[in-house]
């Protein structure tokens, strides 16, 4: 079943509880063999997936119903897709035609994809397929980036903990999208600290997924209004769905990768809102 979030605002969230936190904007579990887990945020209608192919290949429209709430024949009639691979080595099929994915590989689908399949190359050691999707108003072209490929932002410092490359995949400088950005941000070793000093951005939402977090080691997500903040103890291989109100940083208790993804208004990676890290509370 699709996991459905209602969209929050932030007087409501200054009142909630370390659970309800969890429950509105944490994604616990994505990957399940041979499912597609699906979350759907009434945020700019974004939607989070899933997939990790086992024993036979699997439909982005398995479990047909659920995408019924679109008001669609099919997934992708009226949204783009971008989708990472975060397991062993897989294929995407898109109407037919094949894209290998390596690990921390990327494809784009563009808006109109009627049958896309998830497969597995080697059942003992399964493709995880880690999927945002916006709503889409017009079709470009499907993409397989690579990430040797990937437009690469060195940033950051190790006196400051936070050494960092920013890999834009699904990003302007790299393809045209509706309104999909998708990358991922590759923490140095013994850096630990992401996105300060924090920002915001009213035209855009942000989808984060961290992996690579360390057996034992966990991400503390912050989140909420500069002036009032809050946050979620994250594990590896989890997601959270950050409204534009919010800001989001982290900070790990070992270095990590996370994958970011973001919708809204506009494309431009700099236009944010930036908070002075003493100014938070």
């Known amino acids: 079943m699709m996991d459905i979030r209602y969209s929050c605002n932030q007087r409501d969230f200054k009142r909630y509880t370390t659970e309800e936190t969890r429950n509105e904007f944490l994604i616990e579990k994505l990957f399940v063999k041979d499912e597609v887990t699906a979350v759907y945020s009434h945020v700019d209608r974004m939607v989070t997936l899933g997939v990790m192919p086992v024993t036979a290949p699997v439909s982005i429209d398995k479990g047909i119903d659920i995408w019924k709430n679109f008001g669609t024949e099919y997934f992708l009639e009226r949204r783009e897709i971008g989708m990472f ?81 920013i890999n834009q995949f699904i990003h302007p ?85 996370f994958i970011w993804a973001m919708g809204g208004e506009n494309q431009a990676f700099d236009d944010m809102d930036t908070i002075p890290t003493t100014e938070l509370k």
């Not at 691979?85 to 390596?102: F, H, M, Q």
């Not at 990430?147 to 490359?165: E, F, H, L, Q, Y």
């Not at 941000?185 to 035209?203: D, K």
């Not at 057996?215 to 946050?231: A, D, I, P, S």
């Open 85 to 165: 691979n975060v397991g062993g080595s897989g294929k995407v099929t898109a109407d037919g035609t094949v894209y290998e994915l390596g690990y921390k590989d990327c494809l784009y689908i563009t808006r109109g994809a009627k049958e896309v399949l998830f497969s597995s190359d080697d059942p003992e050691k399964p493709a995880k397929f880690y999927c945002v999707s916006a709503p889409a108003h017009c079709s470009y072209e499907n993409r397989l980036i690579r990430i040797a490929d990937a437009a690469k932002k060195p940033c950051g410092d190790a006196g400051t903990s936070n050494k960092r490359v």
């Open 173 to 257: 400088s790299v393809l045209k999208t509706c309104q999909l950005s998708m990358g991922m941000t590759v923490l140095e070793n013994g850096s630990v600290w992401n996105t300060m000093p924090a920002h915001t951005h009213e035209r855009r939402m942000e989808v984060y997924f961290y992996f690579e977090v360390p057996e034992n080691n966990v991400v503390f997500h912050m989140m909420g209004e500069g002036q009032e903040t809050r946050h979620i103890v994250m594990q590896n291989e989890q997601a959270v769905i950050s409204p534009s109100w919010s800001i989001h940083a982290g900070a790990g208790t070992a270095s990590y990768t």
